[in-house]
């Protein structure tokens, strides 16, 4: 049963896009809906699966030039929308390809997979829908 308190929190308007995000400043080439993780101090770039396992994923980017020039609100827990052609209750993973997502079951058959010797699995988040994704990231990271 909810608390009352619970059902307060619901009826905030803007609960469910603070709750589970931060801001940071971004490098050059982050998009919205871009798997980030943290390259210098209080600064964010696209995250692969490529990269240093030491530097995990920190979430996904939802809004660029947010609070101010330059800054980005990253979502590391919560939904992000937007997204296309996600598979509903799938499972999606860090991909080889800067920023991006991959199903966690797409295997080696996929070339945006992570699947070389260096390279390291990430859960991102599982797909509410085509379009969204509910990002739970996982800052574990399983190397190949």
Same mark, same amino acid.
């Given at each position: 049963? @909810? ?9 905030? %308007? ?12 971004? &490098? ?11 390259? &210098? @101090?209080?600064?964010?770039?696209? &995250?692969? @699966? ?18 101010? =020039? %330059? ?27 800067? #920023? ?7 295997? =080696?058959?996929? *070339? ?12 991102? #988040?599982?797909?509410?829908? @085509? ?7 996982? *800052? ?5």
């Amino acid at each position: 049963m @909810a608390s009352i308190g619970d059902v307060l929190l619901r009826t905030q %308007g803007n609960a469910d896009d603070i709750i589970g995000t931060s801001i940071w400043t971004y &490098a050059v080439g982050v998009a919205i809906r871009d798997a980030v993780f943290v390259s &210098a @101090a209080d600064t964010v770039d696209q &995250a692969t @699966a490529t990269g240093d396992s030491e530097k995990p994923s920190i979430g996904v980017v939802v809004s660029l030039d947010d609070p101010s =020039p %330059g800054q980005c609100i990253v979502r590391s827990q919560g939904f992000v929308t937007g997204f296309v052609g996600l598979t509903a209750g799938k499972t999606y993973i860090l991909s080889r390809v800067a #920023g991006e997502i991959i199903a966690s079951d797409a295997g =080696p058959g996929d *070339p945006d997979y992570p699947q070389n010797p260096g390279e390291f699995k990430q859960s991102i #988040g599982v797909a509410r829908s @085509a379009t969204v994704l509910m990002v739970l990231v996982d *800052p574990t990271t399983f190397e190949i």
